[in-house]
């Protein structure tokens, strides 16, 4: 098991950074604005030259890069799917990014890949479960992960123990760091009927490496009570950001993601949300620091 003094802290810059899209390359690289580092997903950059990884490369050379991968179901009961760790590693090798990141969650059964990412009991055997598969991503990866609080829509009665309590315990146990998803946080408390505001008391803090914002969808359940789709189609909600300021008055400066991915906006658009980020982000005079 990986030692937690293994971990070191992702080298972002405590500034916006948004996920990067093809459209927005030449807005970008003509005037990035508040933007300071982008993110990519993984699955999208595994192959082997073509446009997209010419227009990475690029892009490294500018800016930091967080790859955040969507696809190794680290909650899965199956082992890590060799070939996927395998293209990871290649690409991680090559463009050295400055952090990874991936869910808790799983998106596969046997040889099917589930276009979802779908929640877990917490239990001390899904604990054990999570913590080895974290424990052989950072080995073969050589480099510490973050892992991302999930969003959800419902809650198993065989838990035992909270959320915030099982990724305290998956850091203590492996080392990895933490991302913490604000608008997740939202959706779930609403989903749920929980308080927001106490789940980021409750959260390790001192684990978090990155902070993701992003948009939701509202609908309602069957009986009619609020129901928030975790989306990424929608500017961030206003409730979100006042989150997010909750967060960063107790967390610090610390990098932070606006994610956008469907129905894209124009890059203005996208880059004036960076902008309300780096309003928060200069609010909070304290900077973060991950515990080893």
């Known amino acids: 098991m990986t030692s937690p003094q293994r971990y070191r802290a992702p080298t972002l810059p405590a500034k916006p ?8 390359f030449q807005d970008i690289t003509n005037n ?9 997903h993984a699955e999208n950059y595994m192959g082997d030259g ?12 500018q800016f930091p890069i967080s790859v955040h991968g969507v696809g190794l179901s680290i909650g899965g009961e199956t082992r890590l799917d060799p070939d996927h760790l395998a293209r990871l590693k290649h690409l991680c090798d090559w463009l050295q990014p400055a952090s990874f990141s991936e869910h808790l969650a799983w998106s596969t059964h046997e040889s099917a890949f589930l ?5 877990l009991p917490y239990t001390e055997a899904t604990l ?10 950072q080995e073969t990866l050589d ?11 419902l809650a198993f009665d065989e838990s035992t123990l909270s959320e915030t309590q099982f990724l305290r315990e998956i850091s203590h146990r492996t080392g990895c760091g933490l991302l913490l ?10 989903n749920l009927g929980l308080s927001e505001t106490a789940y980021i008391d409750a959260f390790p803090l001192d684990r978090v490496g990155e902070v993701h914002l992003g948009g939701h969808h509202e609908d309602e359940d069957d009986h009619g009570a609020p129901l928030l789709i975790d989306s ?10 006042s989150l997010l300021d909750y967060t960063l008055a107790r967390l610090g400066a610390c990098p932070v993601l606006i994610e956008r991915d469907d129905d894209i906006p124009p890059w203005p658009e996208l880059e004036a949300e960076a902008a309300r980020a780096a309003r928060a982000l200069a609010r909070t005079k304290t900077v973060t620091g991950v515990a080893a």
Do not use: C
Request: charged share 20%; aromatic share 6%; glycine share 6%.
């Open 115 to 119: 276009n979802d990412l779908l929640p």
């Open 50 to 61: 073509g446009r997209p990884i010419a227009q990475l490369r690029h892009l490294a050379e």
């Open 143 to 153: 480099r510490p992960m973050l892992l991302e609080n999930p969003s959800s829509y």
């Open 181 to 190: 998803d604000v608008n997740n946080v939202f959706v779930s408390a609403t």
């Open 128 to 137: 054990t479960r999570v913590a080895d598969h974290i424990d052989e991503l």
């Open 17 to 24: 950074g948004v996920g990067y899209k093809p459209q927005h």
């Open 232 to 241: 990424h189609d929608h500017d961030v909600a206003d409730p979100v950001w």
């Open 32 to 40: 990035a604005g508040s933007v300071g580092w982008l993110e990519i």
